[in-house]
């Protein structure tokens, strides 16, 4: 991990856009609702996102977190998920 992004590794909301563009990710994770995604998807259309290689190549994993965060037999459910978009993708 980058050691500016280490401070987030557990969280948090103070991660500047030059901060995350400056550092490109092969992969993006998020835990964002179903309704909250697509306004994420269409940010990442900008050209400012394009040059990230998680973006370009579409290896944008999401695991909502009306899942992941309620429980055992729910993180099972994201867990499952998870695996699932991975092997989707095109490696």
Same mark, same amino acid.
Do not use: C, H
């Given at each position: 991990?980058?050691?500016? %992004?280490?401070?987030?590794?557990?969280?948090?909301?103070?991660?500047? #856009?030059?901060?995350?563009?400056? !550092?490109?990710? /092969? *992969?993006?994770?998020?835990?964002?609702?179903?309704?909250?995604?697509?306004?994420?998807?269409?940010?990442?259309?900008?050209? %400012?996102?394009?040059?990230?290689?998680?973006?370009?190549?579409?290896? #944008?994993?999401?695991?909502?977190? !009306?899942?992941? /965060? *309620?429980?055992?037999?729910?993180?099972?459910?994201?867990?499952?998920?998870?695996?699932?978009?991975?092997?989707?993708?095109? %490696?």
């Amino acid at each position: 991990m980058p050691k500016n %992004l280490k401070k987030f590794k557990d969280g948090g909301t103070g991660l500047s #856009i030059e901060a995350f563009v400056a !550092e490109p990710a /092969n *992969y993006f994770f998020t835990q964002m609702t179903e309704a909250e995604l697509p306004s994420l998807l269409e940010r990442f259309k900008e050209p %400012l996102y394009q040059g990230i290689p998680a973006i370009k190549n579409n290896r #944008i994993i999401n695991v909502s977190r !009306e899942n992941w /965060n *309620y429980g055992p037999y729910l993180v099972d459910k994201a867990v499952d998920d998870l695996i699932s978009q991975m092997k989707n993708l095109q %490696l």
